[in-house]
T-cell receptor, first 117, second 114 residues
């Protein structure tokens, strides 16, 4: 069975602080994809990153960085120098991988991040 | 760039009524997924279609049905609506196969059942 755990329900930081959102996953699949999505108060789901289980290389995109460690089944997300606009619910998700394609997504419960000015 | 289009954005229905939600995937995307997100909850997978055939099924109630048409748009039909059906319904699309794309979601349809 597949499962995604985001242990942090809510996090509150002050602007310019760094913040890390934790994600731990469980799967019996040998190949899979991991994702992060952002859901701002307006409600849409914004795609942030997809990582294939073959690729453990960490990734940085501007103020965002992701740390994927298969040994601990974790895919953590760090925002550096947080801003008020980062306030949102962040979802980590997992899908199986079939011949290069993804299956449906299993989401974690989400972490609500509040960045105060 | 073109995104997934969902209509309507908001829908208010009474109990026992029916509702139809529409989804227009990103051009050239052959796979459509439907998700339901209750208040304060994570999105739950309902059903997916690949090349107009149902490809996977999740926690979709028997009162709901869906299909994908020849132009790849999809409709989610919901009958005998219940208060508990009030949620945000997302459609997502992707391309399967080599070089596939991650799921990109539409802005959702907020259904309120009164």
């Amino acid at each position: 069975a597949q499962k995604v755990t985001q242990a942090q329900t809510e996090i509150s930081v002050v602007e310019k602080e760094d913040v890390t959102l934790d994600c731990v996953y469980e799967t019996r699949d040998t190949t899979y994809y991991l994702f992060w999505y952002k859901q701002p108060p307006s409600g849409e789901l914004v795609f942030l990153i997809r990582r294939n289980s073959f690729d453990e290389q960490n990734e940085i995109s501007g103020r965002y960085s992701w740390n994927f460690q298969k040994s601990t089944s974790s895919f953590n997300f760090t925002i550096t120098a947080s801003q008020v606009v980062d306030s949102a619910v962040y979802f980590c998700a997992l899908s199986a991988e079939y011949g290069g394609s993804q299956g449906n997504l299993i989401f974690g419960k989400g972490t609500k991040l509040s960045v105060k000015p | 760039a073109a995104g997934v289009i969902q209509s309507p954005r908001h829908l208010i229905k009474e109990k026992r009524e029916t509702a139809t939600l529409k989804c227009y995937p990103i051009p050239r995307h052959d796979t459509v997924y439907w998700y339901q997100q209750g208040p304060g909850q994570d999105p739950q997978f309902l059903i997916s279609f690949y090349e107009k055939m149902q490809s996977d099924k999740g926690s979709i109630p028997d009162r709901f049905s869906a299909q994908q048409f020849s132009d790849y748009h999809s409709e989610l039909n919901m009958s005998s609506l219940e208060l508990g059906d009030s949620a945000l319904y997302f459609c997502a699309s992707s391309i399967q196969g080599a070089g596939d794309s991650p799921l990109h979601f539409g802005n959702g349809t907020r259904l309120t059942v009164t």
